[in-house]
T-cell receptor, first 117, second 116 residues
Framework: AQKITQTQPGMFVQEKEAVTLDCTYD???????LFWYKQPSSGEMIFLIY??????QNATEGRYSLNFQKARKSANLVISASQLGDSAMYFC??????????????FGQGTTLQVKP | EPEVTQTPSHQVTQMGQEVILRCVPI?????FYWYRQILGQKVEFLVS????????KSEIFDDQFSVERPDGSNFTLKIRSTKLEDSAMYFC??????????????FGSGTQLSVL
């Protein structure tokens, strides 16, 4: 079973508008962390935002915010006031087991966002 | 900001040849990773490395793969006998601390491996 599911392979948004990228996750661990990364066409992976399972408030970082609905196991990324430079692939990722010696992230399939001028 | 560096950025090789992908993690980081991404697809975990040994590996990381930290600064991924399906972008990543949940991984810019 997929641990992280991103159901939108591609999205379009008009410049200056807000867009929501969906992410659902599957874990039985009560402690987990959720991350979003951006991958522009140049290929690098850029960290955007983090949400912990015990965090009471939704995370925000500038124009990025996370709509965290724990009971629904969803952690959707909201980008406000889209810019042309936001065109990229976006990955949702999860870390489980805070006591492990691994710390690996498990990634979803990604969503390609295109911002139209 | 410190960064993870990977070399080369592109590598072309013939099927059956050995390749070594190189990475220099951030200097005070203790946990190292290799991920791969087949064109346009998800980023897949290959292996994690801590305290000079593999801490976890995925099913993809079979006997053809090995990792090494030869000199305290470099972290390498070796593919012994490349196959066509090894063609992918390979990302190195590092983090200072893996215990806990909020330590992000810092990724390098990747090595695009093409096996012909």
């Amino acid at each position: 079973a997929q641990k992280i599911t991103q159901t939108q392979p591609g999205m379009f948004v008009q410049e200056k508008e807000a867009v929501t990228l969906d992410c659902t996750y599957d874990t039985s661990d009560p402690s987990y962390g959720l991350f979003w990364y951006k991958q522009p066409s140049s290929g690098e992976m850029i960290f955007l935002i983090y949400q912990g399972s015990y965090d009471q408030q939704n995370a925000t970082e500038g124009r990025y915010s996370l709509n965290f609905q724990k009971a629904r196991k969803s952690a959707n990324l909201v980008i406000s006031a889209s810019q042309l430079g936001d065109s990229a692939m976006y990955f949702c990722a999860m870390r489980e087991d805070p006591y492990s010696n691994t710390g690996k992230l498990i990634f979803g399939q990604g969503t390609t966002l295109q911002v139209k001028p | 900001e410190p960064e993870v560096t990977q070399t080369p950025s592109h590598q072309v090789t013939q099927m059956g040849q050995e390749v070594i992908l190189r990475c220099v993690p951030i200097s005070n980081h203790l946990y190292f990773y290799w991920y791969r991404q087949i064109l346009g697809q998800k980023v897949e975990f290959l292996v994690s490395f801590y305290n000079n040994e593999i801490s976890e590996k995925s099913e993809i990381f079979d006997d053809q793969f090995s990792v090494e930290r030869p000199d305290g600064s470099n972290f390498t991924l070796k593919i012994r006998s490349t196959k066509l399906e090894d063609s992918a972008m390979y990302f190195c990543a590092s983090t200072r601390w893996a215990k806990g949940l909020n330590e992000k991984l810092f990724f390098g810019s990747g090595t695009q491996l093409s096996v012909l």
